[in-house]
């Protein structure tokens, strides 16, 4: 089976200090994006930033960032100067021709004042 | 608007009584699809569907059934709900694409005693 791992159940950062989460995907598509969505305790599944396999560029949305590794299969998630509203779960996804949208099982990020 | 809406967003039954979750979407999107989410486990797909009367299996559709007769809707049904399906549950679309992200509705907390 196809999947997405996210290594870090729960992490923690200061306020206004800088963290990743860590994604690996494996697939044999050539074509496919990825994508990080965020779920406050609202529950509501919010994206917060995707990255096409065929581009080299890290994508960036704001104070959100991803370090794009193809070859490793690597998709880490980057928060700059964290804020409360950031604490989340963080669920790294991947989407492809021949499969449907497979998740990660989630990171649980706590931010702390 | 653009939105999905899921109702009930909360339901409480009992095992063996057969319910429907509702789900719609205005957008016009083609694509449909319903994950259940599990602590630990990430979102699971269930079903989804490519347009109107095309679904197809996700990775646990043991004891669930979908269709699809209106672009803009997808029900779920639990024909003999049992407790292993208690669960929060999501009804997602979007535009057919690996580009394109996936609309979340804001889930449907299911408890089967």
């Known amino acids: 089976a196809q999947t997405v791992t996210q290594s870090q159940p729960e992490m923690s950062v200061q306020e206004a200090e800088t963290v990743t989460l860590s994604c690996t995907y494996d697939?044999?598509?050539?074509?496919?994006?990825l994508f990080w969505y965020k779920q406050p305790p609202s529950r509501q599944m919010i994206l917060v930033i995707r990255?096409?396999?065929?581009?080299?560029q890290n994508a960036t949305e704001n104070r959100f960032s991803v370090n794009f590794q193809k070859a490793a299969k690597s998709f880490s998630l980057k928060i700059s100067d964290s804020q409360l509203g950031d604490a989340a779960m963080y669920f790294c996804?991947?989407?492809?021709?021949?499969?449907?949208?497979?998740f990660g099982k989630g990171t649980r990020l706590s931010v702390i004042a | 608007e653009a939105q999905v809406t899921q109702n009930p967003r909360y339901l409480i039954t009992v095992t063996g009584k057969k319910l429907t979750v509702t789900c719609s979407q205005n957008?016009?999107?083609?694509?449909m699809s319903w994950y259940r989410q599990d602590p630990g486990l990430g979102l699971r797909q269930i079903y989804y569907?490519?347009?109107?009367?095309?679904?197809d299996k996700g990775d646990v559709p043991e004891g669930y059934k979908v269709s699809r007769k209106e672009k803009r809707n997808f029900p779920l049904i639990l024909e003999s709900p049992s407790p292993n399906q208690t669960s929060l549950y999501f009804c997602a679309s979007s535009w057919t694409g690996v580009s394109y992200e996936q609309y979340f509705g804001p889930g449907t907390r299911l408890t089967v005693t």
């Open positions: 697939t044999s598509e050539s074509d496919y994006y």
């Open positions: 569907s490519m347009n109107v009367e095309v679904t």
């Open positions: 957008m016009n999107h083609e694509y």
């Open positions: 990255q096409e396999a065929y581009k080299q």
């Open positions: 996804a991947r989407n492809s021709g021949n499969t449907p949208l497979v």
